[in-house]
């Protein structure tokens, strides 16, 4: 099975940027989807962005689209997320999931492994 820890979040004005990375460790790291899914105070877990193992297929949340990207380092066995033009509704925990399949899922459940998350705070 693979582990997964989330760096990067912390405290960002509006329109800032952060980038996120989880590193992967404990399995083969190409064999995985991954996703990155977020949870603001009082609400469900939510899809943010998804890629396929080999980082050819990636997809977005609409309400990040064009702000959001999603990316990852094979050789690396790290996931990544960079986020521009960051707004006060983006504040949330940030995980990434994996799921050992090619494609990935939208879907929270669909997905085996988590993170522990990382805090992500966008001030007004």
């Known amino acids: 099975q693979v582990q997964l820890v989330e760096s990067g979040g912390g405290l960002v004005q509006a329109g800032g940027s952060l980038r996120l990375s989880c590193a992967a460790s404990?399995?083969?790291?190409?064999?995985?989807?991954m996703g990155w899914f977020r949870q603001a105070p009082g609400k469900e877990r939510e899809f943010v962005a998804a890629?396929?193992?080999?980082?050819?297929?990636?997809d977005c949340a609409d309400s990040v689209k064009g702000r959001f990207t999603i990316s990852r380092n094979n050789a690396r066995n790290t996931l990544y997320l960079q986020m521009n033009s960051l707004k006060p509704e983006d504040t949330a925990v940030y995980y990434c999931?994996?799921?050992?399949?090619?494609?990935?899922?939208?879907?929270?459940?669909?997905?085996?492994?988590w993170g522990q998350g990382t805090q992500v705070t966008v001030s007004s």
């Open positions: 404990g399995s083969t790291f190409s064999s995985y989807a």
């Open positions: 999931s994996a799921v050992r399949r090619s494609y990935y899922s939208t879907a929270v459940d669909d997905y085996d492994y």
């Open positions: 890629i396929s193992w080999s980082g050819g297929r990636t």
